[in-house]
C-alpha cells in the first residue's frame, strides 16, 4: 500500500527527542493500569498517560490526547490489541504499539510482532518496559527523520525542474541558471549520500530488531514452556503470587481441588477456599515471609469442591533476580490430611498404651512392695492374696505386649499361620471351659459336634478368647454366651452370642479398625483396640471373613466364618 507521506507528516510529531512522551493506555483493568504507570514512573520516565476501556474512547483518544506511544492489553472485554493496532495503523501508523499483557502463548506473540505490532511486555516481567518505551519512540524518531529527509529530497528534485524549465524561456538568466542546475545537482548528491546512509542504517537496525525477536520470542516460549509443565506435573495445588501480594497463576489441580473456574479464583479464589478460622493465621504468615523475603511453610484447613475442608501444608519460596531483588512468590499446597490423622491415631494410642501399661505395673510395682516389708514375717493368706494380684497385673501386661507384638506382625505381614485339621466344636469347649473357669459367666456351646477343619488351632482359639471376654466386658449383665457352630455348604461360621446393651449402628463399621474403642455408654473399658483388629487379620490370614451384628436392647453377635477345607 503506498504511504502518504504528506498525510504521515501531518498526523505524526517529530522532534529531536520526545522527553515528555504522550502515553495512551488501552487497559480494562484499573489496579493493571495503575500498576503500568507505578512501573514507568518508578523508572524515572517523565510522560503523561490516559487510560481508556473500550473502542469509542480509545478513537477519540487518538484524535484528542494525539500520543507518543500505545499500551495495550492483548484481550479486552468486547475489543482486542489486534482490532486496536488496525485502528491505529489507518490513523497514524507510525505511532509506536506495544502490547503489555499476561501469558498469550508463543503463536500470539509471534503473531504480533509480524503484523508490525512495535513490541510486546509480559505483565509478570514489567521490569523492561521502560527500556522498550524509549527504544520504540527512538526508532520512530529515525523512521519519521527518513521521511523528512526523502520530503527534502523531493522538493529539491521539483526545485531542479522549475530551474531548468527556467532556463529554457530565459535565455538571459542562461548563466545563473546553470549556475543554480549545477549548484541544485551538488545538494542533491548530498542528499543522495545522506539517504543512502540513512537507509543503511535503517537497514541494520531493521535486521538487529528481527533477531532481537526471533530471539526473545524463542526465549520467551522456552521460559513459558518450562514453567508451565513443572507447574501443571507436580502433585501439589500451585500458584504464583505477584510482589503485590496478588495471585496471578494457578495451576490445573487448584480448578479440580476447589471447584472455582478462573474468574472466581482471580476475584477472591483464597477467601473462599481457607477455613475461616485459618484465615487472619494464613495472612499473618504470608506478611512475615514477605516482610523478612524468606520461604516457609505451615498448615491450613482448605475446602475441596464437596464442601469438605482438609488439611494442607503450604510452603511460600520467593524467586529473586541476580541482584537478589523479589519478582515473585512461588507456593504450593500438599494435602496431608491423612498425615495428620495418622499423627493423631499415633498421639492418642501412645496415650491410651501409657494409661493402660501403668495401671498393671502400678498394682504389680505395690504388690512387690508390700511382700519385699513383709519378707521377714509372711503372712500366708496375704502373700497368697499379693502372689494372686501380681500375676493379674503381670496377665494384663502380657496381653498388651502380645497385643502389641501380633500389630507389629500384621503391619509388617508376618503373621504366621501353620494349620493342622482338629475338631472345631471340642476345642472351643475346651477353651471356653479354662477361660470362663471360677467365673460367674458360663458358656453353652452348640452346634455340629463332628466337624473339622484346616486351621491354626491357636490363632482361632485366640479370636474365640477375645470374642468372649469382650462379650464378659461389655455385656456384664448377660451372664449366659452363646457360642454357635454351624456349618454352611463348605464353610463354617462360629457365632459368641450375648444379651447385653447392643452396639449403636454407627459404630458397626469401625470395630475391626485398629485403635478402635467404643465409647460404651460413658463407661471406662481397658485396652488398647487392638484385640478385634487382630481378629480380623487372624481370618483374613484363613481367607475368611468376621462381622458382627446387633440390636440395641437385644444383644450383640460376633462371628467368623473358615473354609472347611
Request: net charge negative; hydrophobic share 40%; glycine share 4%.
Amino acid at each position: 500500500m503506498p504511504v502518504n507521506v504528506d498525510k504521515i507528516l501531518a498526523s505524526e510529531k517529530i522532534a529531536a527527542m520526545i522527553t515528555d512522551p504522550k502515553i495512551l493506555i488501552l487497559e480494562d483493568n484499573d489496579s493493571d493500569a495503575d500498576l503500568l504507570c507505578r512501573e514507568l514512573k518508578r523508572s524515572g520516565i517523565r510522560f503523561t498517560s490516559k487510560v481508556v476501556q473500550n473502542r469509542i474512547d480509545y478513537e477519540q483518544a487518538l484524535e484528542s490526547f494525539n500520543p507518543d506511544l500505545i499500551l495495550s492489553d492483548f484481550a479486552l472485554p468486547s475489543f482486542d490489541a489486534v482490532t486496536a493496532f488496525d485502528i491505529k495503523q489507518s490513523v497514524r501508523p507510525l505511532l509506536p504499539f506495544i502490547v503489555v499483557s499476561g501469558i498469550i502463548g508463543e503463536e500470539n506473540a509471534v503473531s504480533l510482532i509480524n503484523s508490525g505490532v512495535t513490541d510486546f511486555v509480559s505483565k509478570n516481567n514489567l521490569f523492561a518496559l521502560p527500556a522498550k518505551i524509549q527504544r520504540a519512540l527512538k526508532d520512530t524518531e529515525i523512521r519519521l527523520e527518513k521521511l523528512l529527509a526523502d520530503e527534502k529530497l523531493k522538493t529539491q528534485a521539483t526545485e531542479l525542474v522549475s530551474a531548468n524549465r527556467e532556463l529554457l524561456f530565459q535565455n538571459e538568466e542562461k548563466e545563473k541558471s546553470a549556475q543554480r542546475l549545477i549548484r541544485s545537482n551538488e545538494l542533491l548528491i548530498e542528499e543522495k549520500e545522506k539517504v543512502r546512509s540513512v537507509n543503511q542504517e535503517l537497514s541494520q537496525l531493521n535486521l538487529e530488531l528481527e533477531n532481537r525477536v526471533a530471539s526473545r520470542t524463542k526465549a520467551l516460549a522456552e521460559s513459558e514452556s518450562r514453567f508451565r509443565n513443572m507447574m501443571e506435573t507436580i502433585p501439589q495445588i500451585a500458584w504464583t503470587i505477584t510482589t503485590k501480594g496478588k495471585v496471578d497463576f494457578y495451576n490445573q489441580r487448584w480448578y479440580d481441588y476447589t471447584g472455582l473456574d478462573i474468574t472466581q479464583s482471580r476475584v477472591d479464589g483464597f477467601v473462599k477456599v481457607i477455613h475461616p478460622e485459618d484465615l487472619e493465621s494464613c495472612l499473618n504468615q504470608f506478611n512475615n515471609l514477605h516482610k523478612n523475603l524468606e520461604g516457609g511453610e505451615f498448615q491450613i484447613r482448605g475446602k475441596r469442591a464437596d464442601g469438605v475442608y482438609r488439611w494442607h501444608l503450604i510452603r511460600l519460596m520467593p524467586i529473586k533476580n541476580r541482584e537478589g531483588k523479589l519478582l515473585q512468590w512461588v507456593g504450593t499446597a500438599t494435602d496431608i490430611q491423612e498425615l495428620r490423622l495418622m499423627q493423631q491415631q499415633k498421639d492418642d494410642f501412645i496415650n491410651i498404651a501409657s494409661h493402660e501399661l501403668k495401671t498393671p505395673i502400678t498394682s504389680l510395682r505395690a504388690s512387690l512392695q508390700l511382700l519385699d516389708r513383709m519378707k521377714s514375717n509372711p503372712s500366708p493368706v496375704m502373700l497368697a492374696k499379693l502372689i494372686m494380684q501380681a500375676n493379674k497385673s503381670l496377665d494384663k501386661v502380657y496381653t498388651l505386649i502380645n497385643d502389641l507384638l501380633n500389630t507389629s506382625s500384621v503391619n509388617e505381614s508376618q503373621l504366621q499361620i501353620s494349620t493342622q485339621k482338629y475338631n472345631l466344636l471340642t476345642a472351643i469347649t475346651e477353651c471356653c471351659d479354662t477361660l470362663l473357669r471360677d467365673s460367674a459367666f458360663k458358656c453353652k456351646v452348640e452346634g455340629d459336634a463332628i466337624l473339622e477343619i484346616y486351621a491354626d488351632f491357636s490363632r482361632i482359639e485366640q479370636v474365640v478368647t477375645n470374642f468372649v471376654t469382650n462379650a464378659i466386658k461389655y455385656a456384664p449383665e448377660s451372664k449366659e454366651i452363646i457360642v454357635r457352630v454351624e456349618r454352611f455348604a463348605e464353610i463354617v461360621k462360629v457365632s459368641v452370642i450375648d444379651k447385653g446393651d447392643g452396639i449403636p449402628a454407627e459404630n458397626l463399621p469401625s470395630l475391626f479398625d485398629r485403635y478402635y474403642r467404643v465409647d460404651h455408654s460413658g463407661n471406662s473399658y481397658t485396652g488398647l483396640g487392638l484385640g478385634l483388629y487382630i481378629c480380623s487379620e487372624i481370618i483374613k490370614k484363613h481367607n475368611g471373613t468376621i462381622g458382627v451384628d446387633s440390636v440395641i436392647g437385644i444383644g450383640s453377635a460376633f462371628w467368623f466364618t473358615l473354609p472347611i477345607l
